[in-house]
T-cell receptor, first 118, second 111 residues
Framework: EAGVAQSPRYKIIEKRQSVAFWCNPISGHATLYWYQQILGQGPKLLIQFQNNGVVDDSQLPKDRFSAERLKGVDSTLKIQPAKLEDSAVYLC????????????????FGEGSRLTVL | KQEVTQIPAALSVPEGENLVLNCSFTDSAIYNLQWFRQDPGKGLTSLLLIQSSQREQTSGRLNASLDKSSGRSTLYIAASQPGDSATYLCAVKTSGSRLTFGEGTQLTVNP
């Protein structure tokens, strides 16, 4: 079974430029997450999708970050304009749903996209 | 707001030693708890998932326990090997499906 695919693996940009990251979750997984992991810290949730709808984007800096999952499968995370403090690894994860109580199951992560803002 | 703490932040042990990593959380109303492993420059690999109704899960040399009432989980690694060197993260899922991570324990197993 293919895992969560992310691209690009590495990206270096100047501040105020824009960048986009792509994620393809595990086939059949309805829930997709984007996390930001700053060096030495645990991942922080940016946005969670259930199919193509947003479940939680309370920690997404909406003035510069946007994300979409138009067909309920793959997703794109965009940063525009980037700031120095956006330097981090952006992790995509997916999980299936336990239909009985609505909770989600085990999370599977991609390799991440490492962003450096100069 | 759920807060997750992992102790110690870093641990260095000789090969063959049994060890315990600790995870504590402030809100005991969790759906599940998951332990992950992260190698440098890599994504997270799921190790064990414990549902709120369970007390422990085992996989090979790994055993994770969960005590919801006290807000604690431990990850026990038996007969550690240099290949176990990595950062270990615990994460708890609460209402709304949000997963909250600890900051991780960086483990080094010396040959």
């Amino acid at each position: 079974e293919a895992g969560v695919a992310q691209s690009p693996r590495y990206k270096i940009i100047e501040k105020r430029q824009s960048v986009a990251f792509w994620c393809n979750p595990i086939s059949g997984h309805a829930t997709l997450y984007w996390y930001q992991q700053i060096l030495g810290q645990g991942p922080k949730l940016l946005i969670q999708f259930q199919n193509n709808g947003v479940v939680d984007d309370s920690q997404l800096p909406k003035d510069r970050f946007s994300a979409e999952r138009l067909k309920g499968v793959d997703s794109t995370l965009k940063i525009q304009p980037a700031k120095l403090e956006d330097s981090a690894v952006y992790l995509c994860a997916s999980s299936s749903i336990f239909l009985k109580d609505g909770t989600t199951g085990e999370l599977f992560f991609g390799e991440g996209s490492r962003l450096t803002v100069l | 707001k759920q807060e997750v703490t992992q102790i110690p932040a870093a641990l260095s042990v000789p090969e063959g030693e049994n060890l315990v990593l600790n995870c504590s959380f402030t809100d005991s109303a969790i759906y599940n708890l998951q332990w992950f492993r992260q190698d440098p420059g890599k994504g997270l690999t799921s190790l064990l998932l414990i549902q709120s109704s369970q007390r422990e899960q085992t996989s090979g040399r790994l055993n994770a326990s969960l005590d919801k009432s006290s807000g604690r989980s431990t990850l026990y690694i038996a007969a550690s090997q240099p290949g176990d060197s990595a950062t270990y993260l615990c994460a708890v899922k609460t209402s709304g499906s949000r997963l909250t991570f600890g900051e991780g324990t960086q483990l080094t197993v010396n040959p």
